[in-house]
C-alpha cells in the first residue's frame, strides 16, 4: 500500500533562517506532488506541485522554492524566512492528475520568530 | 472567478442531531468535487469524490450529494468521533495536473 512521510511534525524558526521540508511517498512510482499551506482559518492554498522529476510549477510567487530530486521525493526550502511564512504545510500525493484525490501527509506546523 | 465557500464556518452538534455542511462553488467547469475530514494538528483524510449531478456516496453517518451548484455533506446522528473540520475541494475540468481549490472549512463539534 501507498504511504507518504513528512518531517519535521514541528518547526521553529529565526526570521531569516532556512528552510528544508522534506516529503517522501512509498509504494507507487511517477506520483504527482504537491506541497499546500494553511493558514488559520482559512482554506489550503496550492504552493507547488510536480508532475515529474524536475518538473516543478508554482502557483504562488513568494520566499518559497520546492524541489524534486528523486521521484518519490518532495522538498520545499526557503533561503530567509519571513513572519508570513508561519503555517501548517501539507504534502500530498495523488496518481492521474489527481482524478481519484489526493492523500495528505500529517503536516509541518513552521512558527517563524 | 472560480470560488468555493464552505457554511457555516462552524457548527456545533449534539450527539445524535443530524446536519448537513454546504459546499457551494462557483467555476467554469467541475471535473470532480472531494469532501476530507481534518482533525486539529493533522493532514486532511479524503472520504468522498463525486463527479456529476445527482451523485451520492455514503460512508457510516456521512453522506454526499451534488447538484450543479453545491454540494451537501450531511451527518447523521453524529457522535463525538465525527467532531473534527470538514473541507471541500474542487478540481476544475479544464485541469490536468490535479490541483484543487479548496473550501475554508466547516469545523463541527458534537458534544455528548
Known amino acids: 500500500s501507498q504511504t507518504i512521510h513528512q518531517w519535521p511534525a514541528t518547526l521553529v524558526q529565526p526570521v531569516g533562517s532556512p528552510l528544508s521540508l522534506e516529503c517522501t511517498v512509498e509504494?507507487?512510482?511517477?506520483?504527482?506532488l504537491y506541497w499546500y499551506r494553511q493558514a488559520a482559518g482559512r482554506g489550503l492554498q496550492l504552493l507547488f506541485y510536480?508532475?515529474?522529476?524536475?518538473?516543478i510549477s508554482s502557483e504562488v510567487p513568494q520566499n518559497l522554492s520546492a524541489s524534486r530530486p528523486q521521484d518519490r521525493q518532495f522538498i520545499l526550502s526557503s533561503k530567509k524566512l519571513l513572519l508570513s511564512d508561519s503555517g501548517f504545510y501539507l504534502c500530498?500525493?495523488?496518481?492521474?492528475?489527481?482524478?481519484?484525490?489526493?492523500?495528505f501527509g500529517s503536516g509541518t506546523r513552521l512558527t517563524v520568530v | 472567478e472560480d470560488q468555493v465557500t464552505q457554511s457555516p464556518e462552524a457548527l456545533r452538534l449534539q450527539e445524535g442531531e443530524s446536519s448537513s455542511l454546504n459546499c457551494s462553488y462557483t467555476v467554469s467547469g467541475l471535473r470532480g468535487l472531494f469532501w476530507y475530514r481534518q482533525d486539529p494538528g493533522k493532514g486532511p483524510e479524503f472520504l468522498f469524490t463525486?463527479?456529476?449531478a445527482g451523485e451520492e456516496k455514503e460512508k457510516e453517518r456521512l453522506k454526499a450529494t451534488l447538484t450543479k451548484k453545491e454540494s451537501f455533506l450531511h451527518i447523521t446522528a453524529p457522535k463525538p468521533e465525527d467532531s473534527a473540520t470538514y473541507l471541500c475541494?474542487?478540481?476544475?475540468?479544464?485541469?490536468?495536473?490535479?490541483?484543487?481549490?479548496f473550501g475554508a472549512g466547516t469545523q463541527v463539534v458534537v458534544t455528548p
Open positions: 509504494g507507487t512510482s511517477n506520483p504527482n
Open positions: 510536480s508532475v515529474g522529476i524536475g518538473q
Open positions: 463525486l463527479y456529476s
Open positions: 475541494a474542487v478540481q476544475l475540468l479544464t485541469d490536468s495536473w490535479g490541483k484543487f481549490q
Open positions: 500530498a500525493w495523488s496518481p492521474l492528475e489527481g482524478h481519484y484525490g489526493y492523500t
